[in-house]
């Protein structure tokens, strides 16, 4: 008998992505409904394909704990608003349908993730846990091929092999790399010169941060400005921790105590009246397409 294998969805990710990618769609109260409906459908397709266990972690709002931390952090500004006005609706909808949803607000969805997989991958029933989502934080909780990252996109799944082909690092170094070289998605620089050349050769090597030595002559790496390198990680150290902590994810959310209950058992009775609205919705050219679908 094989392991359970447990599927956990970047619900925001989703829904900037099908936002995107599907033409405007507007239910009889003139309220847009596409990226929902398009987020159901692809849902409730992985359902149907064989996938039993499933939650959906979403940004019940955008701004978390780290927006408290670094002035620069993502927040909702610039989300048009037919795409932040589906936020809610997608909880309900997904809900309603039967799956476990997590509505982040004190953190974010990532974090959700990243504590669902640990929790999944403790319990010995499970094979694997598959991230169902690009983003380059989410390559921390990564380990061996027992949790593994799938870009729903692109069909690519990475395990912890190819998270040190694709950055250089293993999982563990995730963090310190993406302190060095920021994230733009998510509202922080990084420091200046770092690059994720230099940052992988240095990581590959020494790991994380406290472990770099701050003579450059001693890193014995073969990058460029090495001296120049040193003395910014010297003069920006706290920056750069501060940058770690934003980029380290929270794994001690209580988020379920049972692995079983993940397990999808089809529609709640709300869903019919749900499915219904978005069925009828009636599908319009969109004014605006700027914008981005993640990470």
């Known amino acids: 008998?094989?392991?359970?294998?447990?599927?956990?969805?970047?619900?925001?990710?989703?829904?900037?992505?099908?936002?995107?990618a599907l033409p405007s769609a507007r239910d009889a109260q003139g309220r847009e409904v596409a990226a929902v409906r398009g987020v159901l459908a692809s849902l409730l397709g992985m359902l149907k394909d064989g996938v039993t266990h499933l939650a959906v972690a979403t940004d019940h709002v955008v701004e978390s704990f780290r927006n408290d931390l670094w002035e620069g952090y993502k927040t909702s500004e610039g989300v048009e608003p037919d795409l932040?006005?589906?936020?809610?609706?997608l909880e309900e909808v997904l809900a309603a349908a039967g799956m476990i949803v997590w509505p982040m607000v004190?953190?974010?969805?990532?974090?959700?993730?990243?504590?669902?997989?640990?929790?999944?991958?403790?319990?010995?029933?499970?094979?694997?846990?598959?991230?169902?989502t690009p983003d380059k934080d989410l390559g921390q909780c990564v380990q061996g091929t027992h949790i593994v990252q799938l870009s729903r996109r692109t069909n690519v799944t990475l395990?912890?092999?190819?998270?040190?082909?694709?950055?250089?690092?293993g999982p563990?170094?995730?963090?310190?790399?993406?302190?060095?070289?920021?994230?733009?998605?998510?509202?922080y620089p990084g420091l200046q010169?770092?690059?994720?050349?230099s940052s992988a050769a240095v990581l590959g090597k020494f790991l994380h941060l406290e472990s770099i030595p701050q003579d450059w002559r001693d890193w014995q790496v073969n990058v460029t400005s090495a001296s120049s390198l040193a003395a910014t990680l010297i003069r920006e150290w706290d920056h750069a921790l501060l940058f770690r902590k934003l980029a380290t994810l929270r794994t001690d959310l209580p988020l379920f105590?049972?692995?079983e209950q993940l397990r999808w058992h089809g529609p709640t009775p709300a869903f019919d009246t749900l499915a219904v609205r978005l069925d009828a919705a009636r599908t319009e050219k969109r004014k605006s397409t700027r914008g981005r679908a993640g990470s």
């Open 193 to 197: 010169g770092w690059g994720a050349k």
């Open 1 to 20: 008998m094989s392991g359970i294998e447990v599927y956990l969805v970047d619900g925001t990710y989703e829904l900037f992505r099908h936002y995107y």
């Open 172 to 187: 563990n170094s995730i963090p310190d790399y993406l302190a060095l070289v920021g994230d733009s998605a998510d509202g």
């Open 159 to 169: 395990d912890e092999t190819g998270v040190v082909k694709k950055f250089g690092v």
């Open 84 to 89: 932040l006005a589906q936020f809610l609706l």
């Open 257 to 259: 105590d049972d692995v």
């Open 106 to 132: 004190e953190f974010e969805a990532d974090d959700a993730l990243a504590a669902g997989a640990a929790l999944a991958a403790s319990d010995k029933r499970v094979e694997r846990v598959v991230l169902c």
